[in-house]
């Protein structure tokens, strides 16, 4: 059920008396809070059992408002904001005086994007200010794509759930630092590589090996329960087979490939060929095999160009070592 005005309106009140949110977006579901108030920040954290170190994204209503939050805009970062606000962009500029160093993690930079999403939007107008909101999945693993996914996975942590359908794009946002007058992507998202050379005039910058500072870089993340298994596209039918007599509950993910392949595995999830259609249900597509009781998830790498690069990020993370608790 979409969420109705009256429910933007009871969400809007959560928000300014400190309450959590989770909201819509085009990418995935957030967890909201009032961006200014240190408290209901701290809340977030806590739900998500996310570090206080790791730094949120600031929602905003319009990329009017960017001047209110950042300290320095520079031409570049404000060339990405006109052209792709609202949309799966978020820039990571020099933190203004309203954010609070509970928000970003004690950076003296903030990342903020306007989502395109019309329940999101009419939140964050009908509440007026700056909207906190990391996904609203528990820390480390696969970000939420519908409001069930929020439901079952926060449950009581959040004090309101907006319902907005399931997320059109499916993989978070690009990253982009703007600090300093240059583009260089942070994480790939929604917004493609190539979306972005096209308006800048030139390759944004990949840093290669970044440092484990912010949660998204960490090696394992955007993780199911199962361990994901990276194959060759072409070897994913007898991997799995294998797997499956070495006495595992075998979930595939299985690249398109000539009609009538079959797979002896516990679950398939045969693989749409449009990118787009890929991002939107990967995240369904990890959480549906876990529900299905899989131990083990073989999967390939699409080509990494447009929506592919977010796709093999994601499940590169995905395929990364777990921490001991895990
Ligand atoms: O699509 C999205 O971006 C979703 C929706 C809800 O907007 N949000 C999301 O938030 O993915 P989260 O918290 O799961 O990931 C935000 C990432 C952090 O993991 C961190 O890598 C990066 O944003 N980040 C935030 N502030 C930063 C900063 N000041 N410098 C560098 N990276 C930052
Ligand atoms: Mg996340």
């Known amino acids: 059920m979409t969420a109705t005005t009256s429910d933007i309106e009871k969400a809007a009140d959560v928000l300014r ?51 209110d939050w950042v300290e320095d805009v ?29 928000a970003t993690g004690g950076l003296e930079t903030v990342a903020v ?59 978070e946002s690009t990253i982009v630092d703007a600090t300093g007058g240059t583009a260089a992507i942070l994480r790939p998202g929604g917004v493609t590589r190539e979306d ?24 394992s993340h955007y993780a199911p329960r199962a361990r994901v298994v990276l194959v060759e596209p072409e070897k994913v039918a007898a991997e799995a087979e294998l797997a499956q007599e070495l006495g595992h509950r075998v979930g595939v993910l299985l690249p398109p490939s000539p009609a009538g392949t079959t797979v002896g595995a516990h679950a398939v999830v045969p693989l749409p060929d449009s990118p787009a259609a890929y991002a939107r249900g990967l995240y369904g597509y990890l959480r549906r095999l876990d529900e299905q009781g899989c131990d083990l998830i073989i999967a390939s790498l699409p080509a990494e160009e447009g929506l592919g690069l977010a796709i093999a990020n994601r499940l590169r993370r995905a395929a990364g070592p777990r921490p001991a608790a895990q």
């Open 17 to 67: 008396s400190g309450g959590l949110v989770a909201l819509p977006t085009e990418t995935v579901y957030g967890l909201g809070a009032n961006a200014e108030d240190p408290a209901a920040v701290g809340r977030i954290f806590r739900a998500k059992g996310r570090p206080p170190t790791h730094p949120l994204i600031v929602h905003l209503a319009a990329a009017e408002q960017l001047d």
């Open 74 to 102: 520079p031409a570049t970062a404000r060339l990405l904001a006109e052209h792709f606000w609202p949309g799966p962009l978020t820039l990571v500029l020099r933190r203004g005086r309203r954010v609070p160093l509970e």
């Open 113 to 171: 994007r306007v989502p395109d999403h019309p329940v999101a939007l009419a939140l964050l107008e009908a509440f007026g200010g700056g909207v906190t909101a990391p996904s609203a999945n528990r820390f480390g693993s696969v970000s939420p794509t519908t409001a069930d996914h929020v439901r079952a996975e926060l449950g009581d942590a959040v004090d309101f759930v907006l319902d907005g359908g399931p997320c059109e794009v499916g993989v």
């Open 196 to 219: 972005l050379e096209a308006v800048l005039g030139r390759p944004p910058a990949v840093p290669s090996a970044s440092p484990v500072r912010v949660p998204g870089q960490h090696p």
